[in-house]
């Protein structure tokens, strides 16, 4: 199926190549934020640099009053060696575009040419390409510049390579866990190795600390409820022969739901505060919020699953098959308008597929005709929606 003109697939692959070549970090997306300027101009939209500091802005006219839809591309990479030996592979040492955002701000610009080609819109559409993705900081800084003044709703997508090119993976409900983090500072008394009753070793009580952190999920979440808490940094100790007095675990505490959410945030604490007790030990718990979790509202998911279906047809549209873990400053977004974010199949035919944030992590290409018809045909349909007056607001559930 083609679904894209080959002279907007190309010049997709163009961009996403350069950009894939000169990666940038969270917050420092400079040349990539002039990349897309330059494409947009020669588009003739109007757009804004700068926004949140490396942050691109466009907006395609439509009536006034109508609220608009956006679409989110993101474009930061990752501090990762590159190793996949691609042709246009990264050339900055030690940086690379490890999770496809080079595919996603190809895909949306895809999608800008196309809306421009297709002419007058029922009401307006944004284009954003938002920076700092990955340090799930991005969305909230274009929220506060005022990115979603206007909108009506919201939609993005991130490339997925568990599913082949041509797939378009919608679902209701959460599709990315929330993402706190956890900081245990834990204060014994360092004594002697041969001297161990003159000590309060902050080690043997940091181990017990993760070995009971361990049973929060297994024993405390319901089974039903996706949860992971991870001890993934244990620091401690100065030489063999002394017992270390002070120890440090960090971690992640990842979950689907917020009242899950919020009890691991309290269970971590209650169990370092436990054990610090039992044993003498003094220890500050401090729970860092990061993410929330991203959940699709079903109104405006039935919209995004309609549009997938025009693109692709029924047998290439399907829902998550796993709970998904990982997380998606998306999810700001969708905290104060109605949205969806979906997956583009992009798995690599005769490839052996590597995970995202791998130094070998590469896309099927094709991915981008997807996601670009995909975001195409969901801002034509949101658009049409707007204009109609459709809320895709879900109804308050009263109490």
Not at 148 to 156: I, Q, T, Y
Not at 285 to 308: K, M, Y
Request: glycine fraction near 10%; aromatic fraction near 6%; charge should be negative.
């Amino acid at each position: 199926m083609k679904l894209v003109p080959e002279r907007v697939y190309d010049r997709m692959v163009t961009i996403r190549r350069d950009i894939h070549q000169h990666p940038e970090l969270s917050w420092g997306e400079h040349r990539t934020m002039a990349a897309i300027a330059e494409e947009l101009t020669a588009l003739g939209i109007a757009h804004r640099t700068g926004v949140a500091g490396t942050g691109v802005v466009a907006d395609l006219p439509g009536p006034a009053g109508v609220p608009a839809v956006m679409l989110r591309a993101d474009t930061d990479a990752l501090p990762v060696f590159e190793e996949t030996g691609l042709s246009f592979a990264s050339t900055t040492p030690g940086v690379m575009h490890a999770c496809g955002h080079d595919g996603h701000t190809s895909m949306l610009l895809g999608a800008a040419r196309l809306l421009v080609e297709a002419g007058p819109l029922p009401a307006p559409v944004r284009l954003i390409w938002q920076p700092a993705e990955e340090k799930g900081a991005g969305a909230h800084a274009m929220i506060a510049e005022g990115v979603l003044d206007g909108v009506g709703c919201a939609f993005g997508g991130h490339v997925d390579r568990r599913y082949n090119a041509g797939t378009l993976v919608v679902t209701d409900g959460a599709v990315n866990a929330s993402t706190d983090t956890f900081h245990i500072e834990i204060r014994g008394q360092d004594a002697h190795g041969a001297r161990p009753h003159d000590s309060v070793d902050a080690i043997v009580v940091g181990s017990l600390m993760v070995m009971s952190i361990q049973t929060i999920v297994s024993r405390e979440v319901d089974p039903s409820h996706p949860s992971v808490v991870t001890v993934g940094r244990f620091s401690a100790g100065a030489a063999p022969n002394v017992i270390a007095g002070r120890a440090t675990l960090e971690g992640t505490i990842r979950a689907q739901d917020d009242h899950v959410r919020q009890h691991l945030r309290r269970s971590i604490r209650r169990i370092a505060e436990s054990v610090a007790a039992l044993h003498q030990a003094e220890v500050e718990v401090e729970i860092r919020p990061g993410t929330p979790a991203l959940c699709n509202q079903p109104l405006v998911t039935a919209l995004a699953r309609e549009a997938a279906l025009n693109v692709v047809g029924a047998p290439q549209v399907c829902p998550l098959r796993n709970a998904n873990m990982g997380g998606e400053d998306f999810a700001f977004f969708l905290e104060r308008v109605p949205g969806c974010y979906i997956r583009f199949g992009a798995r690599v035919p005769g490839r052996e597929s590597f995970p995202a944030h791998s130094s070998r992590f590469d896309f099927d290409e094709a991915a981008m005709a997807t996601g670009a018809a995909w975001f195409f045909e969901v801002a034509r349909q949101a658009a049409q929606a707007m204009a109609d007056g459709q809320s895709l607001q879900e109804p308050e559930i009263e109490a």
